[in-house]
T-cell receptor, first 113, second 109 residues
Framework: KAGVTQTPRYLIKTRGQQVTLSCSPI?????VSWYQQTPGQGLQFLFE???????NKGNFPGRFSGRQFSNSRSEMNVSTLELGDSALYLC????????????FGQGTRLTVV | GQNIDQPTEMTATEGAIVQINCTYQ??????LFWYQQHAGEAPTFLSY??LDGLEEKGRFSSFLSRSKGYSYLLLKELQMKDSASYLC??????????WGAGTKLIIKP
């Protein structure tokens, strides 16, 4: 079966712009989580969606938002981009059960200049 | 606050055994995961522990002690392809995954 698909793979944006990233989970998976990964910082949790509802939220400013559609696809939006937002943004999906592993997409590499 | 600690980097020799430790302090505990991440690639699942003890899966084993807030990942018969970062993650009382910064493992011939 197809894995988690993230688009685009690479993105260059200018400070102050906004960006939307997309994630299509594995078929049948209802939970989608978003992470920011920067060198030396590990994975920082942004938010988790389950059946179109935000179930958990990390400690990121309100410029970071997301949503999930009825087909479980999810989007993440960052407004008023800052240089520090440059990172790899990873999306992970799972069936929604607590003891199951998450499957990650290849990520979107965002560079803010 | 919640915290996951792992060594930043480790070096081992091909064919040897290496143990990567992870200590955690989280609000509740609902399982611990280990992931492998090769440079430029997505993390991939290695193991899951929710009860104390050792889980063995081929060359990889993972151990958990909930009373000590401690886990380790044991890699045997190291191969060059095992060079990667190894991420420890704990699911807390809100079922949110808290991640360590990862341990970069370098395998030398």
């Amino acid at each position: 079966k197809a894995g988690v698909t993230q688009t685009p793979r690479y993105l260059i944006k200018t400070r102050g712009q906004q960006v939307t990233l997309s994630c299509s989970p594995i078929s049948g998976h209802r939970s989608v989580s978003w992470y920011q990964q920067t060198p030396g910082q590990g994975l920082q949790f942004l938010f988790e969606y389950f059946s179109e509802t935000q179930r958990n939220k990390g400690n990121f400013p309100g410029r970071f938002s997301g949503r999930q559609f009825s087909n479980s696809r999810s989007e993440m939006n960052v407004s008023t981009l800052e240089l520090g937002d440059s990172a790899l943004y990873l999306c992970a999906s799972n069936r929604g059960q607590t003891n199951t592993e998450a499957f990650f997409g290849q990520g979107t590499r965002l560079t803010v200049v | 606050g919640q915290n996951i600690d792992q060594p930043t980097e480790m070096t081992a020799t091909e064919g040897a055994i290496v143990q990567i430790n992870c200590t955690y302090q989280t609000s509740g505990f609902n399982g611990l995961f280990w992931y492998q991440q090769h440079a430029g690639e997505a993390p991939t699942f290695l193991s899951y522990n929710v009860l104390d003890g050792l889980e063995e899966k081929g060359r990889f084993s993972s151990f958990l002690s909930r009373s000590k807030g401690y886990s380790y990942l044991l890699l045997k018969e190291l191969q060059m392809k095992d060079s990667a970062s190894y991420l420890c993650a704990v699911r807390d009382s809100n079922y949110q995954l808290i991640w360590g910064a990862g341990t970069k493992l370098i395998i030398k011939p």
